[in-house]
Nanobody, 120 residues
Framework: QVQLVESGGGLVQPGDSLRLSCAAS????MGWFRQAPGKEREFVAFITRSGGSTYYADSVKGRFTISRDNAKNTVYLQMNSLKPEDTAVYYCAANMRNYFSSQPDQYDYWGQGTQVTVSS
């Protein structure tokens, strides 16, 4: 059974930084998604198994960084210069298909989510 456990969410002010972690029981391609109230789940970032390639949504490019520590089986999302529009529940997801996708239905396992709120 694949398990993904996110942590690190919280309430921060605009311009602040936050780092999310996802402890995974599997080593595979991983993605971060987010879902704001009343909106569809949207792609945020993706990383390959080795960490050698990453992809980002245009809305977070230059502000967010995805990385991984395979020795700890953990994937991170470093979020800088946070904006109110970044407020959402953030999910990590495992892609067992070994190719990049920004579509949620291409991911096989999901964490429970962690709330990120950016507000003054």
């Amino acid at each position: 059974q694949v398990q993904l456990v996110e942590s690190g969410g919280g309430l921060v002010q605009p311009g602040d930084s936050l780092r999310l972690s996802c402890a995974a029981s599997v080593r595979t391609f991983m993605g971060w998604f987010r879902q704001a109230p009343g909106k569809e789940r949207e792609f945020v970032a993706f990383i390959t198994r080795s960490g050698g390639s990453t992809y980002y949504a245009d809305s977070v490019k230059g502000r967010f960084t995805i990385s991984r520590d395979n020795a700890k089986n953990t994937v991170y999302l470093q979020m800088n210069s946070l904006k109110p529009e970044d407020t959402a529940v953030y999910y990590c997801a495992a892609n067992m298909r070994n190719y990049f996708s920004s579509q949620p239905d291409q991911y096989d396992y999901w964490g429970q989510g962690t709330q990120v709120t950016v507000s003054s």
